[in-house]
């Protein structure tokens, strides 16, 4: 399918049975225009000179198109608003043209074909390039952006009839009018598109989503709206018993508690979808070359918007729908998942066969079709084919949900970088065989780097609960449990209580965690104001974890805390995340550190034919806050989890290594020990030899939370210093079965010194080298670079703080105030400048001081590579004209500000190098329209010089211009009498006169030389 109409193909479209009025628009000028291959704007002057009759044959095929709308299938309907709203923005135009008188006639201008396609601006309306309304942007980006077609078309028309015979025929007046006329129009055209579209809209209620035009919608839930606007343009006939069946299936989950209500104290009501789905806000983007989605970064730009529900009726009534799939981005607990069964639940089974696939239940193996057909299946309960229920949908749009790309990734391990671009092969061949499918796919926003996205796919992103979204969700919360509240006296969930811990609070799923934690006994509300992080984490986690024991399922040794016990093995989960640099972890690596480091590997014993449950699977499968990913593949089923907020497991790392350590500090101090024993630190080792802390900046920060609150700070710091000192030093320590990465010994050395390093500083907050007891941090820190990847380098250095103090030793600090980078590829390729500065300065490296020294004195935002190297080229090597020229064109577009600097003291550049840099970066620059009239009238190539700035746009340059132009005529060059005439009349004298009185002077005596005063 075509992703735009042209005009061509809107009028054969919308007049398949209108053959005269179709006829009629073909011969308007006595050519045939809708007959041509390219439909382009051949012959297109003659129009506008017949702008009556054409405007008149437009509305009237308009009107028999709306007449003809009845009977049409969800994507005819479509197709016939797309090719309506064509003709209308070239209409517009022409009705704009209709208004005005020009001298002149439009085929006086004498162009040939080639010659009217330089009209790119005319060009790009008549092709429908551009114009076609787009549900991810705002109705006022959509007028900016046909504006700026109308501008363009009417600038490219007025540049030709400058350059035409016809110009010199004109007078002044009429010349005046011609540019008055053509520099506003764009504007009248603009307001008559608007009017015709509001009718347009009358009788196509789709267009209003197409368009955006009602932004900033008020928060609602379970995407009401969507449902009540997409029956009000309902075109489908009552859908078939199995549709039916399969959207009741669908339409069930809106009956349904958010979560299952055994997961919380008795009496709590859980709220159904239909009412707790809060419509969240959201981002959404074209994708282009550059763009990465995967990073939070990217997403500090686009707009947050409120209105969800209008996006997605846009979207779906929309021609991208079906040639394009809408990727849906999200972090964990953000409602990805909830989102597509609410959606499934309110699309009108008349108008849509829709199709909800878990990508976690079926096949990983399988292909697309197959995976599509399974999903089905599973929601019917029966064999079926999504490809005979498509054929079989009559006027209904199919819409598949892909749900869990995500999932399917991270649960197999199996690249699945192309999908996305599988998914749109099988909407063009759906396409291709008459039968297009709409398709949504959701993902995890940390794996969406793992997947190519088709080139102007729409990439969404579900924001974070705003306060507002947060106040609706708890009005639903508090309104379903008055009764509770009531009866065990606790009071209603205020939002102030919870935007207090706005992290959590942001996301739904961690939202409905903090309601179940303050509704026993109100615990948020009565310590929000004093209740910091660490204690909020300790709380909600204990909290979570008594209600699990409390059910009795575990047996646990007399003397040990049941409660610590459980969040012992939580807490080795999320090492299990740490020390594999991930933030998901697959169940058989959580059976495996489970087995090695509290040997608790044995899978309990069940009745029956089922398949035991894990160790792992039965530690984090119990806790709502770990997501399980799963997928099928070659009919095995494959686990994943991951915390549903990433500081959940930073706090357990940050938790497990404190009392590791507060351990060993008891065992040491207990006085039971041997004398001159060597602490048995076999547990430390195992935690701390693998991933240097460095690698999670909120590691570090509950660390030092927990530091600063820990009476003992002295002794920890002695007992940190003594593992040091010890640390280098071969001896036998147990746990070598923990092997969570592979590793080899130099490097687990290196990470366990760096990580003890690295508590050290937590411990004492600002240190220096000898204190801790390095003899050389130069050698040690090169020790540490040897063994480290580029990437736990780069956090290394970015997380701790070194100041030099007298050598051998630095003084350390947490935190740096030296930027962090964003650039992906500095990993891999090469390295910017600051972070070769940031490398010395920590290491001290002599050679490299020696660089860094030489490159200070470049400005901050100049601390690049290759703007050092363009600076040597272009200003301290000697060079061949030739070569100096080649350097010019090189660094043009990348630093044009540099290139016109040193041209303006290069007196020998050649035309030619000038004419090419017309065509950069450097040619837009008004610097460079100065530079140019200065070199004009001065002896040199003058006709050469007046070509190259006859090439670029030399708009507020009237100064120089004249300054020039004078000089040419003082120096006797004949040739510019025309110019001089048409600047004359064009600058405004009493303003130049303020600051160059000289040039009025000098233009006074030329004016009479060439006889204006005549």
Known sequence: MAKTYSYADAVRLLGKRESALVTALDRLAGFTLLGGAAGGVSELLGWFDAKTDFVRLSHELLVKAGEKRSGLSRYSRTERLHAAHTVIVVVALFEAFEQVELPFRFTELGLGK????????????????????????????????????????????????????????????????????????????????EE????????????AFWLQADQNAHISAGLTRLEEALTRTRVGAEPDERRRALANRYRAVLDR???????????????????????????????????????????CAPEQRSDLYQYLVGHLTSPKAVSHPLVVLGDPGSGKSLLTKVLAARLPASDFLTVRVELRSVAAEADLRRQIDQG??????????????????????????????????????????????????????????????????????????????????????????????????????NSSNEDYFRHNEVLPLTAGAVIAHHDLAEQPLLLLMLALYDAVGNALQRHHDSLGRIDLYEKLLRRFARREVD????????????VEVELEKLSVVAFAMFQRGTKWVAGKAIDQDLTALLRAGVPQSTHGMRTPLSEGDRIVGRFFFVQCATATRDKHLLHTYEFLHATFGEFLVARFIWCVLSDLRERESSGRR????????????????????????????????????????????????????????????????????????PARYAIYSLNLVVLHVVLDQCCSSHDIGVPDWSKLTT????????????????????????????????????????????????VSLSEAALDVRFTGDPAGSQFKHAFEALPEHRLDVDYARALIQLTASPAHPADRARHYLRWADRYPDLVLECLRRDITVGVQTLERLATTKVGTSSAFVVQLCDRIGRGGPDAELLGVLGSIVTSGSEVPMLDAFLRLHEGSYRDCELDLRIIFASVDFERVGAHRPDLVYRAGTVAHDIGLFD
């Open 114 to 193: 080639d010659e009217q396609r330089t009209l790119v601006g005319l060009n790009n309306i008549f092709d429908g390039e551009g114009v076609l309304p787009s549900a991810h942007r705002p109705y006022e980006q959509n007028l900016l952006a046909l504006e700026q077609q109308y501008e363009g078309a009417c600038r490219g028309i007025l540049r030709l009839v400058r350059d035409r015979a016809v110009w010199a025929l004109l007078s002044g007046e009429q010349r005046d009018r011609t540019e008055r006329v053509l520099s506003t129009l764009h504007k009248a055209a603009l307001t008559r598109y």
């Open 196 to 207: 015709l579209v509001r009718k347009l809209g009358a009788e196509y209620h789709e267009l």
């Open 257 to 299: 508690p958010i979560i299952d209500p055994g997961q919380v104290p008795a009496g709590l009501e859980i709220p159904i979808t239909r009412h707790a789905y809060v419509d969240p806000d959201y981002q959404v983007v074209p994708m282009t070359q550059g763009a990465h989605p995967a990073e939070l970064g990217f997403w």
């Open 376 to 477: 089905l299946s599973l929601a019917l309960h029966e064999d079926v084919s999504f490809a005979a229920m498509a054929r079989a949908a009559g006027d209904a749009l199919p819409v598949v949900l892909l749900d869990g790309f995500d999932e399917l990734l991270q649960a197999t391990g199996v690249s699945q970088t192309d999908f996305l671009h599988r998914v749109q092969t099988f909407q063009r061949d759906h396409a291709d065989a008459g039968h297009p499918v709409a398709v949504v796919v959701t993902s995890r926003i940390s794996v969406a780097g793992g997947m190519q996205i088709p080139l102007d796919t729409d990439v969404l992103r579900l924001a974070p609960f705003t306060d507002a979204n947060v106040a609706a969700w708890l009005e639903v919360w």
């Open 551 to 562: 059910k009795g399922n575990d047996v646990v040794a007399a003397d040990d805390d049941p």
């Open 674 to 745: 041997i004398t001159g024993a060597q602490p048995d630190d076999s547990l430390l080792w195992g935690l701390l030899s693998f991933a240097p802390l460095t690698s999670s900046n909120p590691v570090i920060e509950f660390l030092m939370e927990m530091a600063g609150a820990d009476k003992h700070r002295d002794a920890l710091k002695t007992l940190v210093q003594r593992l040091f000192a010890l640390a280098q030093i071969p001896r036998a320590r147990s746990l070598e079965a923990y092997q969570p990465v592979r590793r080899p010994a």
């Open 783 to 830: 020790f540490w670079k040897s063994q480290l990847s580029d990437a736990e380098w780069r956090t290394l250095i970015e997380s701790l703080y070194v100041r030099r103090d007298t050598p051998p030793h630095v003084v350390l600090a947490i935190g740096t105030p030296v930027p962090t980078t964003v650039e992906q590829d500095g990993l891999a390729g090469r």
